[in-house]
């Protein structure tokens, strides 16, 4: 079964994540696992902004909490539900940036991982 919903929230501004999202079942589980696959955008918090729509991953795990991952930055975000889990992911790509931007003037790796970075997020 083949779902599609947007994610909405109450700010308008806030990080949006139109999602479609397979349930099926998998071998060794009861419970239907649930795979999403989603891109986000928009506000991360009162600083930052996703300006390239980030393909993520969601999944539904068998004791029934939320994965919120990506596969450029990997990043991820854990959660008791979906929303949970979302929130948990943007705070977690906040703390990324500004782990990544504080080294980037010491590390020749992270300028250039910074520079990845600003391509996906900016300052507001």
Do not use: C, W
């Not at 909405?8 to 589980?29: C, K, M, Q």
């Not at 854990?78 to 782990?99: C, T």
């Amino acid at each position: 079964m083949v779902l599609s919903l947007p994610y909405v929230t109450a700010d308008a501004n806030a990080l949006r994540a139109p999602i479609s999202f397979s349930v099926a079942p998998r071998e060794g589980y009861n419970q239907p696992i649930v795979d999403i696959s989603s891109f986000l955008f928009g506000k991360i918090n009162e600083t930052l902004e996703l300006i390239m729509p980030l393909q993520i991953n969601i999944v539904r795990q068998s004791d029934l909490t939320y994965v919120v991952s990506d596969d450029v930055f990997l990043v991820y975000g854990h959660g008791d539900g979906l929303e949970e889990a979302l929130i948990d992911y943007a705070e977690s790509l906040a703390s990324y940036y500004r782990i990544i931007e504080n080294n980037s003037g010491v590390n020749p790796f992270d300028k250039k991982l910074f520079a990845r970075l600003q391509t996906y997020i900016v300052p507001i």
